[in-house]
């Protein structure tokens, strides 16, 4: 911090010392007592804001922040896409603050395979081609760099965005691509489903006249 000594001198004419302090000392003062600030209450308030920008942008949000049994979680938000996916479920997303991540934040979100494809492809012995499904899962949303845990028959999508200079565009591309890397998943399975499936041909059965009664016409 800069100061200036001046000397002035009292009502008995003797000079004494007076310290001043510039206005960006000031500042500076300010900024420490920000960094004094328990990291628990800056992180609130910054899911909070958050939140409000969800909200605003027409999401559905709840906070669950109570209600998690995960450890480590500090503050979470459940979000429902405004469309639901091509299945016709609105799988949510969530919005995390963990104990273990001060600078950052965590929007995840959980695929699960419709059990009647696996259990179909399973039963096909595609196992090579299920495989296959997985490396194009990888190829397609990898650029848009969202993080990928496969537990089959769970896919766990992640991203982690780091709070400093975090302003509204950057948010909403980032859950953009959370919800597309989703759609894309979601229909990579569908196409393998029916890529896999025969096609059911119809027969038209004809009306055939027995011999009877053709009998019958030829004695006419």
């Known amino acids: 911090m800069s100061t200036s000594v001046e000397s002035k001198s009292d009502m008995y004419g003797d000079a004494k010392p007076v310290v001043t302090t510039s206005t960006s000392d000031t500042a500076n003062a300010k900024d420490s007592q920000a960094l004094k600030r328990p990291k628990m209450e800056i992180k609130r308030s910054r899911f909070e804001e958050i939140v409000n920008w969800l909200k605003q942008w027409g999401f559905k949000v709840t906070d669950k922040t109570k209600e998690t049994k995960i450890q480590g979680i500090e503050f979470q938000a459940e979000i429902l896409p405004q469309v639901p996916y091509s299945s016709g479920l609105s799988t949510p997303f969530y919005l995390e603050f963990q104990d273990d991540l001060d ?71 980032s859950i953009t691509d959370l919800m597309n890397s989703m759609s894309i998943i979601i229909g990579k399975w569908d196409e393998k489903y029916y890529q896999s499936r025969p096609v059911e041909k119809k027969v038209n059965k004809e009306n055939k006249i027995t011999d009877f009664e053709l009998e019958k016409i030829l004695k006419k």
Do not use: C, M, W
Not at 116 to 143: G, S
Not at 147 to 160: D, N
């Open 103 to 173: 600078d950052g934040l965590i929007i995840r979100t959980t695929f699960e395979l419709d059990k009647n494809i696996e259990i179909y492809l399973n039963n096909q012995n595609r196992a090579r081609e299920i495989e296959l499904t997985y490396i194009e899962i990888y190829r397609l949303v990898l650029p848009l760099r969202i993080s990928i845990i496969r537990e089959h028959p769970f896919i766990k999508l992640f991203k982690i965005i780091f709070t400093q200079n975090l302003d509204k565009q950057l948010f909403f591309d």
